[in-house]
């Protein structure tokens, strides 16, 4: 069993059950929040549902998300939720509009894709 990551109070947290679809390839009794950060918010900014989003932004600072979002999430997340998660964690228009144009012209191998 993993080592619970505590809060401020000293309390054990972990990933919150109405969170565990998205994590379907895991146990995610076994995700850490600090640990396991990058993929919790990639999960969640790009697949998840309101009330993970508003835990997501109640779980890690600004800093936090704009740090996976300079770091990882400029790179992978599709321009939509992109856009959206830049703009809730404060990053400048001028970045934003950056990353979006950078988003916009990546290569998606999803898209040209033809079923037979």
């Known amino acids: 069993m993993r080592k619970k990551t505590r809060n401020s109070s000293g309390n054990s947290v972990g990933l919150p059950e109405f969170i565990f679809p998205l994590f379907w390839e895991y146990d995610p009794e076994n995700i850490d929040i600090e640990l396991h ?26 800093n936090q998300l704009v740090s996976y979002l300079e770091k990882r999430g400029n790179r992978i997340l599709s321009p939509r939720e992109l856009n959206y998660w830049a703009l809730m964690s404060g990053v400048s228009a001028d970045k934003r509009k950056n990353w979006l144009k950078n988003a916009s012209e990546r290569h998606d191998v999803w898209r040209d894709r033809h079923s037979h």
């Not at 950060?37 to 600004?62: D, F, H």
Request: aromatic share 12%.
């Open 37 to 62: 950060a990058n993929i919790i918010m990639e999960r969640v900014m790009e697949r998840g549902p309101w009330i993970s989003m508003v835990w997501l932004k109640k779980t890690y600072s600004r």
